[in-house]
């Protein structure tokens, strides 16, 4: 018979009571999860529709058709360096419009065509040299200012009512469009918004994660496997783990200043290069790679380190034939995770100068360079509304490589990831 409270409920009508509270209290605490993740989702897939909204159209670009005369008197083939594209492509722009004439009209007109037109005219030319003499159409990029309206970012306040007449002129003629913005891809970093690209961002980025990727990792792993299987455990051993520990929580920035006082300013390498920022981030991503093939070492079971000594295997033998491939995938994912890190990093590339303004696309690990976030930071700062939608592009890209990385570390999880 079950005992009666001082409340007039039994001890079963108590316990059930406080296992209705504790279930009520249950679904709570997993609606308050539920909530908590839908609220961050949204969050995110408001940021990432903001970001792809505005860097969409900058992967298009609008251009202007022009019957171009690639005059010889222009393009003396004796000399190239007395060519005159400049007058190339204004002479081309002035016989579309013959009705233009007078010194401010003509230098509204030239302000349609980007002031990249001379530099696309002579890359024609380069390529194809036997078009001198002969009339081409050529779709030339149009001025950023031009590119703004045609998509609607701005009304045309900065435009003449002549501009305004021009552009629907080109219009109706079927002599202005938008294509793929291919110089978006192909270029350097430039002043003018239309003639900007990623191209030696990118390339200093794939430099710089080269030179981390096979520093770090070798020396990562060794650590690891050290640590792990070999080092005696002492107060030494202790006193690197918290260090190493220590390192993978110290900010960024701090690599940077380390970066410049000893690779720079000691060493003497050269500024603003892939290869002291390969070297700083090595600093920064070593802990993360350490730490995380440690984590892989200790996931393998002590049963094979056993039968592989059993058998007459040696220490060393034991862990480069037994235990080394079984954590080889976790120290994989450990390092491809701790690479996407470093490819998202700016500030230590800030301190060693690779935030100068570079126009060439590095060809070395010594050239100057930058990097895929600085270049993004610099857009960013840029005064051209231009600017705006190919730093949004910019940041599209970065997030495309990052989520590669980081799904390919899945994926290698996944594949080769045995559990016991």
């Known amino acids: 018979m079950s005992k009666i409270s001082k409340h007039g409920l039994s001890t079963a009508e108590i316990v059930q009571a ?40 900058a992967f298009r670009q609008t251009h202007i058709k022009l019957n171009v005369f690639f005059d010889p008197a222009l393009l003396p083939q004796d000399d190239p360096a007395a060519a005159d594209y400049h007058s190339l492509f204004k002479n081309s722009l002035y016989a579309a419009f013959p009705q233009v004439s007078g010194r401010r009209p003509k230098k509204e007109l030239k302000k349609l065509i ?11 030319v380069e390529q194809k040299p036997t078009i001198v003499g002969t009339t081409r159409e050529v779709w030339l990029a149009a001025d950023d200012e031009v590119d703004n309206f045609i998509k609607g970012h701005t009304q045309g306040e900065r435009f003449s009512s002549r501009q305004l007449e021009w552009i629907r ?13 291919v110089t978006f891809f192909t270029a350097g970093d430039s002043r003018d918004p239309e003639l900007a ?66 690779f720079i300013n000691f060493f003497g390498l050269p500024r603003s290069a892939p ?25 393998v079971p002590p049963s094979i380190k056993v039968a592989a000594l059993g058998i007459g295997a040696s220490k060393m033998q034991t862990v480069m034939h037994h235990v080394l491939p079984l954590a080889m995938p976790g120290m994989m994912t450990g ?60 940041i599209i890209v970065l997030l495309i490589f990052l989520i590669v990385m980081n799904a390919t570390a899945v994926v290698l999880r996944k594949k080769f990831e045995r559990r016991w």
Not at 32 to 47: E, Q, T
Not at 170 to 178: A, H, K, N, S
Not at 355 to 363: G, L, N, R, T, Y
């Open 169 to 181: 002129v080109l219009e109706d003629d079927g002599r202005l469009r938008r294509q793929f913005n």
């Open 335 to 394: 390092t491809i995770i701790g690479m996407a890190r470093a490819l998202g990093e700016t500030a230590p590339l800030l301190m060693i100068g690779m935030v100068a303004f570079i126009v060439d696309i590095p060809k070395n690990f010594t050239s100057p360079a930058t990097a895929m976030p600085v270049q993004i930071y610099l857009w960013a700062d840029s005064p051209e509304r231009a600017f705006t939608e190919r730093t949004s592009a910019a």
């Open 114 to 124: 980007s002031s990249g037109a001379a530099y696309e005219l002579r890359g024609l």
């Open 275 to 299: 290869l002291v920022g390969g070297l700083v981030l090595t600093l920064m991503t070593l802990p993360t790679i350490i730490i995380a093939g440690r984590a892989a070492l200790k996931a």
């Open 18 to 57: 406080g296992l209705k509270k504790r279930y009520r209290a249950e679904r709570r605490f997993r609606l308050f999860g539920i909530l908590a993740i839908v609220i961050s989702l949204m969050f995110l897939v408001i940021l990432f529709a903001d970001i792809f909204w505005k860097g969409a159209p």
């Open 197 to 262: 690209g990623i191209l030696g961002a990118l390339s200093g980025s794939i430099f710089t994660l080269l030179i981390t990727l096979l520093i770090s990792f070798p020396i990562g792993v060794a650590t690891a496997v050290y640590l792990e299987e070999f080092a005696a455990k002492n107060w030494m051993t202790e006193f690197l783990e918290v260090n190493i520990n220590n390192l993978a929580a110290v900010p960024s920035i701090i690599f940077g200043l380390l970066g410049l006082a000893v």
